[in-house]
Structure formats: structure tokens, C-alpha cells
């Protein structure tokens, strides 16, 4: 069986990456929603009993118990009641002899009340209606891993096909071997250290060096927070430690925080996660694909892939990673067809943000581009319908052919009564421009 290329070996690892990545985000959002709704079926019941068992208007119980229990949603960390005196002064009140007598006298006076006030209460505390909560610190506990098996995989690739340490062992098997021994990236302080001297930073212009390092190092900070919130999820349940306050950067962690409180994970705050386990890889796997190119030499495997990641991020209508990610892959000197092709979707996303000033530019270097479909694409960004349409018809085969329907370009005239007689009985399943 003949071995993989540094390119196939390449190819496939990103493939396996993104499409984890892929079914990660598409968990986080559906099957979050799906949580959100579950636990608001379950604090609408809980409620009920609540007024039943306490003589309460079950509105009042109702707003009382979403404050409570949503009010974590969009936080960081739980509220830390160490330190909290209306905290204390309840803990106070329920130890209190009178009141024990109290709860007591009741209990014997409503017994099925009661009973129903216990459940409640035991529902609260062992399981209480956050599926959502544990949900997300899943997803982060997953995206982390899948970020640290793919950078482990691309530093292993490179050592085994770039590497001149290892030109000289055996076959791909004995180097590979070789390369796990020596690289030993058994935690992340190994790994970053590997890729400081591994990544070609100086294969960019100097000013574009600078702009994409410094960003990488933004990035890093940013991430090694994450890595150790995720350490904790999964150590400590949650609860800061003296490695997490040492380790993860301070510009980063929650504002405040003190060893024992619990970390949680925000919607907000698993969307940057989200953003940076892409950007971060995306920008790694590049610059180490195309490591040892000539100047004005292009790897097409690399532009491919490149431009079929913002492709799938702008179907998954990712605006923002879209126009981040092209951005990105501009300063990699794509071929000239993936380059106008990135261009053409960054500009789709910056039309469904309404960015018309952005969007002016792309539009002007696309109608330089002698390639009629390039064309087609800046009339229609441009809003000029009519003209795209003769554009459109005057290349009829070809566009059954090279374009297809669901491409997102198309959403900006996809109603016209016009627009799919083009494509005749073209399968409207179909992806993008080939």
C-alpha cells in the first residue's frame, strides 16, 4: 500500500477536523435550543407544584423561579455566596430552632403539601432544569480535544515529511515512530513551543508576518484560558483551582474570580471558543502546508481547502468566521481562481450584513476578473439583477455545468421568477461553484 503524501496526509486531517468541528457547532446550536426548551417545560411544571404546595400565584412562582434559574445563562461563573450576607442570613434562618418547629407544624398540618415542597426542593438540588448549562461545557470539553488532536496531528505530519531531523530514518512508519519519541507533545506547553519553530512565519510579506503573528499571539492568550477552563470542567467540576488562576492568562479570566467558585459556559463565551478552535488551526494548517514555497509558488491542495472551509462556513451562514477566515486566506496568496472565489464569498457575507463599503472593493476586482461567472457574481453583489441575468443566459450549458444552485450568492436572486428556469431540473441539493 503505497504511503500518503505530506498533501493527502494534510488533506484528510483537516477534512476530519472540520467535519468534527461542523457537528460540534451544529450540536451546540440545535440541540441547545432543544435543552432551553426542555428546562422551561420543566421549571413551567416545577412552578405549578411550587404554588400548589405554597398557597402562591403560580405567575409570581413562575418569575421568580426563571429569575433564579436563567439568570446563570449569560454568566461566566456561578454567584459566589461565600461572601454574601442575605446568603448568611438565610443559612441563619433556616437553622433556627422556631423555624424548624415551624416547618414541622406544617408538615403534620399539609402533609401533601409538603411532600411536594421536598421533591421540589430535591429536584433543585440534584437535578435541577440546566441541561443547557451542561450541554455547553460538553461542547467545550469536545471542541478543546478536537483542537488539540488536530495540532498534535499537523506538528506529527510535519516532522514526518518536512522535518530534516528525521529525512534520514526509514520508511513513513519508522520516522513516524521517531517523530511521537522526540516531539514528546504531551501538553500544550510542548505544543505552542513547537509551533513557534515550526510555522513559516517570514514566508509572508514582513507587515503581513507581523499583522498575522500578532494576532496569533491574541489568539494564544485568548486560548489558553479556554484550555484551562476546560481543565477544570473536566478535573475539578468547575471549580477554580490555584492552577487555573497561574495558568490561564489574567486578561481572560472571569473579572474577580477566587479559588472555589465554579466556572460555567455562556453562550458568548462558547461562540469565542467556537471562532478560535477554527481561526487558530485554519491559520497553522496554512502556513505549514505551504511551508518551503518558492515566492509567487501556490500549493492548490491548500487553496482548495482553504476556500471550500469559508464555502461551508457561509452555507452554515457563519457570517463573521467567513469574512474572518477569507481575510485570512487572502494573505496566503491563494491561486488566482480560489483567491476570486473567496473573494466572491466573503462578499455574499458582507452583503447579508449590510456592509456596502466593504463590499465595494470586492466588487471592483471581481468584474477585472476575464472569468464570466466572476462576473455574473459582481452584478449580483451589486444588485444589478438584469445584467447578471444576460450573463446568466449567454452561458446557459456552462452554468448547469460550473454553478450550482445553492450556492448562497444566489440567495440575493433566488426568488426572481426567472431564476431556476435556468437551471431547468438541475438538482437543487447540489453544493457550489466546482
Known amino acids: 500500500m503505497t504511503a500518503p503524501t505530506f498533501d493527502e496526509h494534510l488533506h484528510s486531517l483537516w477534512q476530519g477536523f472540520f467535519s468534527t468541528y461542523s457537528s460540534l457547532s451544529i450540536f451546540a446550536s440545535k440541540i441547545g435550543e432543544r435543552a432551553d426548551q426542555f428546562d422551561e417545560e420543566r421549571i413551567q411544571e416545577m412552578a405549578s407544584d411550587l404554588a400548589f404546595a405554597l398557597d402562591q400565584d403560580r405567575n409570581v412562582v413562575l418569575a421568580e423561579l426563571r429569575n433564579y434559574l436563567t439568570s446563570w445563562k449569560d454568566k461566566d461563573t456561578l ?14 434562618h433556616i437553622n433556627d430552632p422556631s423555624f424548624k418547629q415551624l416547618l414541622s407544624d406544617w408538615k403534620q398540618k399539609e402533609p401533601q403539601k409538603s411532600d411536594v ?3 421540589i426542593l430535591r429536584e433543585l438540588f440534584i437535578r435541577p432544569p440546566i441541561s443547557a448549562v451542561y450541554l455547553r461545557q460538553s461542547c467545550l470539553i469536545a471542541l478543546v480535544s478536537a483542537v488539540e488532536d488536530v495540532i498534535n496531528n499537523l506538528l506529527y505530519a510535519y516532522g514526518v515529511y518536512k522535518d530534516e531531523e528525521f529525512a534520514r530514518e526509514g520508511d513513513i512508519r519508522q520516522r513516524g515512530q521517531k517523530v ?41 492568550e485568548e486560548y489558553k484560558e479556554i484550555i484551562q477552563r476546560r481543565n477544570i470542567l473536566v478535573h475539578n467540576s468547575g471549580s477554580v483551582d490555584k492552577r487555573y488562576l497561574d ?13 472555589g467558585q465554579i466556572v460555567l459556559v455562556s453562550p458568548s463565551y462558547l461562540q469565542k471558543a467556537f471562532n478560535l478552535s477554527l481561526a487558530l488551526p485554519f491559520t497553522l494548517t496554512q502556513l505549514v502546508w505551504r511551508k518551503g514555497l518558492a515566492k509567487g509558488q501556490t500549493n492548490q491542495n491548500a487553496d482548495k481547502m482553504a476556500s471550500d472551509v469559508i464555502y461551508e462556513l457561509l452555507r452554515q451562514k457563519q457570517y463573521a468566521l467567513v469574512i474572518e477566515l477569507a ?29 456596502k463599503q466593504e463590499l465595494k472593493s470586492i466588487i ?16 449580483i453583489l451589486n444588485g444589478e439583477n438584469d445584467t447578471a441575468r444576460r450573463i446568466m443566459i449567454n452561458h446557459s450549458p456552462d452554468l448547469r455545468r460550473h454553478v450550482k444552485l445553492s450556492w448562497p450568492l444566489f440567495d440575493f436572486i433566488r426568488e426572481k421568477p426567472w431564476f ?3 437551471f431547468g431540473s438541475v438538482n437543487k441539493a447540489v453544493l457550489s461553484p466546482e
Open 327 to 355: 481575510e485570512l486566506a487572502i494573505q496566503f496568496r491563494l491561486g488566482q481562481f480560489e483567491h476570486m472565489l473567496v473573494l466572491v464569498n466573503k462578499g455574499v457575507a458582507l452583503r447579508k450584513y449590510g456592509w
Open 420 to 422: 431556476s428556469s435556468l
Open 247 to 259: 495558568q490561564a492568562p489574567k486578561a481572560h479570566q472571569p473579572p474577580e474570580i477566587t479559588a
Open 79 to 92: 454567584p459566589d455566596v461565600r461572601n454574601n450576607d442575605e446568603f448568611h442570613d438565610v443559612i441563619k
Open 180 to 220: 511521537r519519541k522526540c516531539y514528546k507533545l504531551h501538553d500544550w506547553t510542548e505544543r505552542w513551543k513547537k509551533l513557534d519553530n515550526v510555522v513559516p512565519w517570514t514566508s509572508l510579506p514582513d507587515n503581513e508576518a507581523t499583522d498575522l503573528r500578532e494576532k496569533y499571539k491574541r489568539w494564544q
Open 364 to 379: 471592483s476586482q471581481l468584474r477585472q476578473s476575464d472569468v464570466w461567472f466572476f462576473q455574473m457574481a459582481a452584478y
Open 117 to 119: 415542597l421536598m421533591e
